[in-house]
């Protein structure tokens, strides 16, 4: 009897914890994070040794690595552009209309705060606690848009949509019947 009341008290317990994180990604084995690995680039002699940099305790070396960079790189994008700060003038007329009426400027903190209070009321439940089960989308249905809907609605105004054509149509827009699923052949009689 006090092992049943023992189990159900601590069972209780654990359904009143406030964690508000939603995803379970914990891993039961302690390991290395292969991830965080990252190789340093090969030593080379520039042509010009007047084109190094000068050593600064805790600055960057030619040879550290720059994953981001090089993400950036081989997706044909600059790199340098990753250091630049502002706005650049290709979205200067856009961030003028969006600040338009005005801006909060710790709207990230708010958007946080509400967001922890959210994730804190749709936590997880007694029995997904227990199973360490992912509660993520749960909890954020109410937000989630129905894309069907949605896609109607836009329809219905005039707006052409050809990326998502309605359920029924074919590839070349003939309109067919939805097909009923069948046994397979060794079931049919």
Same mark, same amino acid.
């Given at each position: 009897?006090?092992?049943?009341?023992?189990?159900?008290?601590?069972?209780?317990?654990?359904?009143?914890?406030?964690?508000?994180?939603?995803?379970?990604?914990?891993?039961?084995?302690?390991?290395?994070?292969?991830?965080?690995?990252?190789?340093?680039?090969?030593?080379?002699?520039?042509?010009?040794?007047? $084109?190094?940099?000068?050593?600064?305790?805790?600055?960057?070396?030619?040879?550290?690595?720059?994953?981001?960079?090089?993400?950036?790189?081989?997706?044909?994008?600059?790199?340098?552009?990753?250091?630049?700060?502002?706005?650049?003038? $290709?979205?200067?007329?856009?961030?003028?209309?969006?600040?338009?009426?005005?801006?909060?400027?710790?709207?990230?903190?708010?958007?946080?705060?509400?967001?922890?209070? %959210?994730?804190?009321?749709?936590?997880?439940?007694?029995?997904?606690?227990?199973?360490?089960?992912?509660?993520?989308?749960?909890?954020?249905?109410?937000?989630?848009?129905?894309? %069907?809907?949605?896609?109607?609605? %836009?329809?219905?105004?005039?707006?052409?949509?050809?990326?998502?054509?309605?359920?029924?149509?074919?590839?070349?827009?003939?309109?067919?019947?939805?097909?009923?699923?069948?046994?397979?052949?060794?079931?049919?009689?």
């Amino acid at each position: 009897m006090r092992a049943t009341l023992l189990t159900m008290t601590m069972l209780t317990l654990a359904a009143c914890s406030t964690d508000p994180h939603l995803m379970s990604i914990k891993s039961d084995q302690r390991g290395p994070d292969e991830f965080a690995i990252v190789p340093t680039k090969p030593l080379t002699i520039p042509t010009d040794l007047n $084109a190094l940099p000068a050593p600064t305790p805790g600055g960057s070396n030619i040879t550290d690595p720059t994953p981001a960079a090089d993400a950036v790189a081989a997706l044909g994008g600059n790199p340098a552009q990753l250091s630049a700060q502002g706005v650049g003038a $290709a979205d200067g007329a856009l961030l003028a209309y969006t600040g338009r009426l005005g801006r909060e400027g710790n709207i990230r903190q708010v958007t946080a705060q509400e967001d922890l209070a %959210w994730r804190s009321r749709h936590s997880r439940r007694l029995l997904e606690v227990i199973a360490h089960t992912n509660v993520y989308y749960r909890a954020y249905e109410p937000m989630t848009l129905d894309s %069907w809907t949605e896609i109607e609605r %836009w329809r219905t105004t005039g707006v052409q949509t050809p990326s998502a054509p309605p359920r029924g149509y074919s590839a070349t827009g003939a309109v067919t019947a939805p097909k009923k699923a069948q046994a397979p052949d060794h079931m049919r009689k």
